[in-house]
């Protein structure tokens, strides 16, 4: 005998509804598992990145969210690629390699300079309390606000103006992340970096190699600088060269 059990109009609608939350706001897309997996493994993990929270953000972040669309494919390539505006979304190794250059807490407040798509600043939530990220391309920034809040990261704070001035009203910062190549270490930045803080930066002149340093303030705030190695990053964009930013 067939029996048929009535389930009430509402419980559907409130199963239907907490299976779209449930969709939405995870950021597990099976397609991809394997291609990040194997990222990490090779390019990550084989070249010496060894912290276990920026290795556990990596597998996590998907970065096919964060390229345009007819660039998907490309997205487990250990590369950069182009995001528009002239710029791009750097090597996945050299995310991970800045950010446990940083040696972050999970309780630490992150500034990063230059946006971009939003990877980075994706890949510092999954570790960090609060990622405060300033991108000066307004359509960088709109973009990067929309990918971060669907994909429903809620400790990422987002603003369009010039990153070299830093945000003085949230400092100051456990660490300091700048993601585009500056002539010289700015000052605003330094003074806004915590006592005992880090800050990861490519130093040179556009479109020439530069050198990836680190630089530390200690408790008492001397600042020491190392570098870490060549790199080639998009030069960072100024208020001057791109209207008020704001």
Not at 10 to 38: L, M, N, Q, T, W
Not at 116 to 126: D, T
Not at 184 to 192: G, I
Request: overall charge neutral; hydrophobic content about 40%; some cysteine.
């Amino acid at each position: 005998m067939n029996s048929t059990m009535r389930i009430p109009k509402r419980a559907i609608c409130y199963f239907i509804a907490g299976f779209c939350i449930f969709i939405s706001s995870s950021r597990v897309y099976p397609e991809y598992e394997a291609k990040r997996d194997r990222l990490v493994q090779e390019a990550i993990i084989s070249e010496g990145i060894d912290d276990d929270a920026v290795i556990s953000s990596m597998r996590t972040v998907p970065r096919e969210e964060f390229v345009p669309k007819k660039l998907v494919k490309y997205a487990y390539l250990n590369r950069p690629l182009p995001i528009g505006h002239g710029q791009t979304i750097s090597q996945p190794y050299i995310v991970a390699l800045m950010t446990q250059l940083l040696k972050l807490q999970k309780d630490d407040t992150v500034l990063e300079v230059g946006t971009g798509s939003g990877y980075q600043a994706a890949v510092l939530a999954e570790i960090v309390r609060t990622v405060h990220t300033i991108e000066i391309i307004r359509p960088l920034a709109e973009g990067a606000a929309h990918t971060i809040d669907k994909l429903g990261y809620k400790n990422i704070r987002t603003y369009t103006g010039d990153g070299y001035f830093g945000l003085e009203e949230q400092s100051p910062f456990d660490a300091i992340i700048v993601t585009a190549a500056a002539d010289h270490v700015p000052p605003p930045l330094v003074r806004q970096l915590k006592n005992g803080g880090r800050m990861c930066i490519p130093v040179g002149q556009p479109y020439y190699p530069q050198v990836l340093k680190l630089l530390v303030k200690d408790e008492k705030g001397e600042v020491t600088i190392r570098d870490i190695l060549p790199v080639i990053f998009v030069p960072l964009t100024r208020t001057k060269d791109h209207g008020t930013g704001w």
